[in-house]
């Protein structure tokens, strides 16, 4: 983890205005909370909203840093994890393209919050953003709704850390990114993964090894390709829930 430029000082991110129109033509609008709005809403938000970029290894916040601004993830991965005792870290999820990073209730964030690659966020202050929330419901009804399907997306993973095998529970990972970031009917998806194998071998609870094998073996049955370093193909994504549910009978 680089300490070197931490980015946040008690939950306020450096900032800088984004540029007029900029709401309009965003790439995640359809997938964030502000997908919501009307265009005069939307311009309105766009006043209140501020533009930054973090880079590989900065961190975003830290864990019990005061709430003074929550974002949306323009584009860029963020991880989200917490510190032991003895130092090592726990991952408890990912931030992707369109989530909302920020507690909108409690008063500190729970986790420290990580860029993974280049993150770009639409940063809102908290306190005027609530002002648009009690004016605009629908809006505090999209959060809620986030905010439900992330907390049935932690309960999902808890049963995955707590049951499933190494294979089922990488298969499930590559699963959820490709679900993350496409349809779910589609037959293959090519992913970006910009994660470390220690990251994702920290988050699904196995050792590097292990997850080093398990994607190997993949690679082997075919279900897995390779075309670059940070990119992989699914090649059967069927097959690939199939194993994440433990109903594949080749394993």
Not at 22 to 33: D, I, L, N
Not at 91 to 113: K, Q, R, W
Not at 146 to 161: E, K, P, Q, S
Not at 202 to 216: A, F, K, P, W
Request: aromatic share 6%; charged share 25%.
């Amino acid at each position: 983890m680089n300490m070197g430029n931490v980015a946040v000082e008690q939950g306020c991110l450096r900032v800088t205005p984004l540029s007029s129109g900029r709401c309009t033509v965003c790439g995640v609008r359809e997938a964030a909370f502000c997908a919501v709005l009307s265009p005069s809403e939307l311009q309105q938000l766009h006043a209140i909203s501020s533009h930054k970029i973090f880079e590989q290894g900065e961190l975003i916040v830290e864990e019990d840093a005061t709430v003074r601004q929550v974002a949306n993830v323009l584009g860029g991965t963020i991880k989200l994890f917490k510190l032991l005792p003895d130092g090592r870290q726990q991952i408890t999820g990912f931030l992707f393209a369109g989530d909302f990073l920020g507690p909108m209730l409690s008063g500190e964030y729970a986790t420290f919050a990580e860029a993974v690659g280049r993150v770009e966020l639409c940063v809102f202050d908290q306190d005027r953003l609530r002002e648009r929330m009690d004016a605009w419901p629908h809006l505090e009804r999209r959060l809620f709704e986030d905010a439900t399907a992330t907390l049935d997306r932690a309960l999902d993973w808890m049963l995955l850390l707590g049951r499933k095998t190494a294979g089922e529970r990488v298969a499930s990972f590559f699963v959820m990114l490709a679900d993350r970031v496409g349809p779910k009917d589609e037959p293959q998806a090519l992913i970006e993964v910009p994660m470390s194998r220690s990251d994702i071998a920290d988050y699904l609870g196995l050792t590097m090894e292990t997850v080093s094998r398990q994607i190997s073996q993949l690679k082997r049955t075919g279900l897995v390709r390779a075309p670059s370093q940070h990119m992989l193909e699914l090649t059967d994504l069927a097959a690939l829930r199939r194993i994440a549910e433990g109903s594949d009978e080749r394993r």
